[in-house]
C-alpha cells in the first residue's frame, strides 16, 4: 500500500514547497487554550524549572522555531499551539514523508519526551537534525516552558 500513501504526501510536499516563499503567518491551529501557570501544568512538569527550559530553547532550538503565532515558520515549523494540533500539522509547512506519516492526533507532553530525547531515533528519516536532550530535568523545564509560551 506504499504508493496509495506516498502519492497523496508527495502532492502536498510539492504544494507546500510552491507556497513556500510566502512567508504566510502559521494559521492558529486548535482551538486556544487559555495560558496556563506553571501550578496548572500537569505533574511533573507543574514542579519545573520554567527559566532554565526558557534558556535551553533560546539555545537549542530557538535558530530553528518560532514561537509566537504571527512569525511564521523557519528551518523548523512554527511551535504555536503545537499542543494543540495534530503532528506533522502546521499550515503552510514542509514536512518530511517521515512526520507526515507520523500521525498523532496531537503532541503531548509523554510524546515531546521521546521526540526530545532522540527525533532520529523516535521518527527515523525526519529532517529534525537535532542530536537530542538526554538530561531528564532539562526535557522536563524546556517542555514545561513549551506548555506555557506555546499557547501565548
Ligand atoms: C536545526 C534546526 C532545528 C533545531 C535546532 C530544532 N528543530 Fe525542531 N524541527 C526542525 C524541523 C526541520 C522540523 C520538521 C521535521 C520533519 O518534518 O521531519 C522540526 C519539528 C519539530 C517539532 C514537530 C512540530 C510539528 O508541527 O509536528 C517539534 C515539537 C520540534 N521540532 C521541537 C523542537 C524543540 C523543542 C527544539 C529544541 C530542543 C527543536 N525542535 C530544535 C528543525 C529543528
Not at 111 to 122: D, H, N, R
Not at 124 to 150: C, H, Q, V
Amino acid at each position: 500500500m506504499r504508493p496509495a500513501y506516498l502519492i497523496p504526501a508527495i502532492v502536498a510536499g510539492v504544494l507546500a514547497l510552491s507556497a513556500c516563499g510566502e512567508s504566510a503567518p502559521a494559521a492558529p491551529a486548535g482551538p486556544a487554550v487559555p495560558v496556563p501557570t506553571l501550578e496548572e501544568l500537569p505533574a511533573p512538569y507543574n514542579e519545573a524549572d520554567v527559566e532554565t527550559g526558557k534558556g535551553l530553547f533560546g539555545r537549542q532550538c530557538a535558530a530553528c522555531h518560532y514561537l509566537v503565532a504571527d512569525k511564521g515558520h523557519l528551518v523548523g515549523p512554527n511551535l504555536h499551539g503545537v499542543f494543540e494540533r495534530g503532528t506533522g500539522k502546521a499550515a503552510g509547512y514542509a514536512y518530511s514523508n517521515a512526520l507526515k506519516n507520523f500521525d498523532h492526533p496531537a503532541w503531548t507532553p509523554d510524546l515531546l519526551e521521546q521526540w526530545l530525547l532522540a527525533p532520529q531515533g523516535f521518527v527515523p528519516g525526519t529532517s529534525m537534525f537535532f542530536n537530542g536532550i538526554k538530561d531528564p530535568m532539562e526535557r522536563r523545564a524546556l517542555i514545561a516552558y513549551l506548555l506555557i509560551e506555546t499557547r501565548k
